[in-house]
Nanobody, 126 residues
Framework: QVQLVESGGGLVQAGGSLRLSCAAS????????MGWFRQAPGKQRELVAV???????YYPDSMKGRFTISRDNAKNTVYLQMDSLKPDDTAVYYC????????????????????WGQGTQVTVSS
């Protein structure tokens, strides 16, 4: 089993920044793709960013420019740097993992991921 724990959420003013962390433990292995998703009240969960096992990154067009995903394999931790935050970015942010994937594989839908964290709340005030 793999456990994912997000941290770094909170309340921030519009225009501010936050960095989320996702620490993986348990039976985590190399060759894992990691993703960040978010879900706002009354809305569907949406993809924010993905980093492949080969460190290739992917952002949906709506997320390009303000979000940056990165990873520290030595710490089994993935980060999401969020800049120029807007009230519309208010949501619960989840990290997810998919193991044993090819280095260039980019899972883009939630059902491609096997493990999920509990989420961290991000609230952006206007």
């Amino acid at each position: 089993q793999v456990q994912l724990v997000e941290s770094g959420g909170g309340l921030v003013q519009a225009g501010g920044s936050l960095r989320l962390s996702c620490a993986a433990s348990g039976s985590i292995r190399s060759r894992n793709a990691m993703g960040w998703f978010r879900q706002a009240p009354g809305k569907q969960r949406e993809l924010v960013a993905v980093i492949s096992s080969g460190d290739r990154t992917y952002y949906p067009d709506s997320m390009k420019g303000r979000f940056t995903i990165s990873r520290d394999n030595a710490k089994n931790t993935v980060y999401l740097q969020m800049d120029s935050l807007k009230p519309d970015d208010t949501a619960v942010y989840y990290c997810a993992a998919r193991q044993y994937v090819a280095s260039n594989y980019i899972p883009r839908t939630s059902n491609e991921y096997s493990y999920w964290g509990q989420g961290t709340q991000v609230t952006v005030s206007s």
